[in-house]
């Protein structure tokens, strides 16, 4: 079997985390997507997932969790050289500036989406980090072309040439 | 590694044994080695056990090491083969054929650097308007001039950037999204037949022909394939219009286009400009097409448009490549073994026409699975013997098959798979294999068709 990248979603609100899955189904062909209430089952589900050789290219994480919180999760991850390259995004409605700022500086926080968000928006912002995620990752990004940034991807086919005529 | 990978492995490794455990009658020791590297370099390229272009420096390595004068065995006593000095195999690194694509690549390289093709594209894109059939000709047409002087592949990936909008904005359910689609691939695919250096296979039979004596002009190549290269476009147009007829009768094409002028860019246009025109007037002032091709290394290096970043980005693995398979048919033809494989067969029955048959249809079936380069560099060291059997006749013959070779090599386009530009086309989603796989054979088989009547109606009129 294949090894894959995995979008993570970590939220506690079972409503608002199929909301979010189900917003991102068109990507779930290529990158299946894994769902946790709490940091600490995430990062169970990460561990077991990069043992088995798969990576981790994003997670959008709420901000409020029961247990430890999702920034702390970010930085953890951050420090982690196993997920210190997958994109990170908070996604919540009440995250402190003192909390924002730290996740910004400590976890390379990526981007923050405001609940409630706009499917487009979170469409959007997916494509771009998995983009983002396979085209520095991966050594045949054109295996993702069709869920993600097809001109990026095919202008750095062009530039980098990652593909030969032969 | 996979169960393929494994399985070219074994077979490669049994196909370099067997002639060292078998004694062939009529064949001479180094033409048995020779038949060692030729077994294993078709069954690596042909699994790709290791990268294609490894094996092809695998080649040049075994014919140092077994068939050169500084090589690990004395022929001195051995009769049937005049040992080649080393420089023979490695010096195919700087045949002039090489030189020349390294011309094409340094010019290549520097018009991505400086947008010089998009842009480009965009300019020449603009007359074609906004009907949906003839916008997809615009494309094809473009595709194929570019592809004709860059890379295939990259021009290729450029111009999937240029379609995506173009089909995002369309309705889904229209066919003629997945005519467009194709129509890139296959555009490049054709448009590479155009000039020497349009994709390596040509450069193959080239330099395999050179070897024979016979020298090849840039222009005397482009009035042998151009005018097969329009035609086929043509066709290709029209089968993917009738195929994946346009729902809509127009669309929006976003042209907004602004060639960079800072002094490098202009230096690249000038340059660009005046190597092409050099290529294309060989015949006028004689100065050979690899020596021109020095013109955009030199002046590009020198002014700096074009950095010591940019030529470590050059893409060296396509050289080794096609050096390797020179030095496949230099090996094959001075141990004799290319005359012994092809003896076994009653050619002269055969007429030159359906030689020509043989070649083409094998080259089209090869190339549809294996890499064009490889296709080619299979076949032609077993090809041009064919005209000491008798079979085909004199220069005339071996330029035929030359051309009939690297033209079918190029004519393969029935899968992802079969060259890279599909692989790329495939990947955006659009389309699904079984599309390609339609209009590819009917392209292919028409293609075919076209170049063995050019062979019969064409070629000997002008050559």
């Known amino acids: 079997m294949k090894n894959k990248i995995y979008i993570f979603v970590v939220e506690d609100e079972p409503e608002v985390l199929d909301a979010i899955v189900r917003d991102l189904e068109e990507f779930e062909n290529i990158f299946p997507i894994e769902m946790a209430d709490s940091a600490e089952e995430c990062r169970e589900l990460i561990d077991a997932l990069i043992n088995a050789g798969n990576e981790i290219g994003l997670i959008l994480c709420d901000q409020v969790l029961p247990g430890q919180n999702g920034v702390d999760l970010l930085v953890e991850m951050q420090n982690d050289p196993a997920t210190e390259h997958t994109r990170k995004v908070l996604i919540t409605g009440q995250a402190g500036l003192d909390e924002t700022v730290r996740a910004i500086n400590e976890a390379d926080l990526k981007h923050y989406i405001a609940k409630p968000w706009e499917k487009s928006d979170l469409v959007e912002t997916t494509r771009k980090f998995m983009t983002d995620y396979v085209l520095e990752r991966t050594e045949n990004p054109m295996e993702y072309m069709s869920v993600l940034d097809g001109q990026r991807i095919a202008d750095y086919i062009r530039k980098e040439k990652g593909l030969t005529d032969n | ?463």
């Open chain 2, 1 to 463: 590694m996979t169960k393929i990978k494994t399985t070219g492995l074994f077979l490669g490794i049994t196909g370099f044994c067997i002639p060292l455990l078998f004694n062939f009658p009529g064949l001479s020791l180094a033409g048995h080695l020779a038949m060692s590297i030729f077994l294993m370099a078709a069954v690596f390229w042909m699994f790709e056990t290791i990268p294609i272009y490894s094996t092809s420096i695998l080649v040049i390595f075994s014919q140092v090491l077994l068939l050169s004068t500084e090589g690990i065995i004395d022929y001195s006593g051995i009769a049937g083969y005049d040992p080649l000095p080393y420089t023979r195999f490695i010096g195919t690194l700087a045949n002039p054929i090489i030189i020349l694509f390294l011309g094409g690549f340094v010019l290549a390289d520097a018009s991505v650097k400086y947008d010089f093709d998009k842009n480009l594209t965009r300019i020449l894109l603009s007359p074609f308007g906004n009907r949906t059939s003839t916008i997809i000709l615009g494309l094809m047409a473009v595709t194929a001039a570019l592809s004709a002087f860059m890379s295939n592949t990259a021009t290729t990936a450029m111009m999937i950037t240029v379609i995506i909008p173009i089909i995002a904005k369309m309705d889904p359910a229209d066919p003629a999204r997945i005519g467009i689609a194709l129509s890139v691939p296959f555009a490049a695919n054709i448009g590479g037949i155009a000039t020497p250096i349009g994709t390596p296979p040509n450069a193959v039979v080239i330099a395999a022909l050179n070897q024979q004596g016979l020298t090849v002009a840039f222009g005397s190549w482009m009035l042998y394939a151009l005018p097969l290269a329009i035609v086929m476009l043509i066709v290709a147009w029209q089968v993917l219009l009738r195929l994946h007829p346009p729902a809509t009768e127009m669309v929006s094409l976003d042209l907004d286009s602004k060639l960079q002028t800072s002094p490098h860019a202009l230096l690249l246009y000038i340059t660009f400009g005046a190597t092409v025109l050099l290529w294309v007037t060989e015949g006028i002032h004689g100065i050979k097409s690899s020596i021109v091709a020095l013109l955009p290394v030199v002046v590009l290096t020198l002014s700096s448009a074009f950095s010591k970043q940019d030529i470590r980005k050059l893409p060296w693995e396509v050289l080794w490549l096609i050096a390797g398979g020179i030095a496949l048919g230099i090996s094959m033809e001075t141990t004799g073994l290319a005359s012994w494989l092809v003896g076994g067969i009653a050619w002269g029955s055969l007429s030159s026409l359906m030689v020509l048959v043989v070649f083409g249809a094998v080259a089209l079936i090869m190339s549809n699975f294996l890499s064009n380069t490889v296709t080619a560099s299979l076949l032609i060291p077993l090809a041009l013997t064919l005209v000491t059997s008798g079979a085909l006749e004199g220069v005339f013959g071996m330029l035929m098959v030359g051309l009939v070779i690297a033209l079918s090599a190029s004519f393969a386009m029935i899968l992802p798979i079969s060259t890279p530009p599909n692989a790329i086309a495939e990947s955006t989603g659009v389309l699904k294999t079984k599309h390609m796989l339609l209009s590819g054979s009917i392209i292919g088989i028409i293609g075919l068709t076209l170049i063995l009547l050019m062979s019969v109606f064409y070629w000997p009129n002008i050559i």
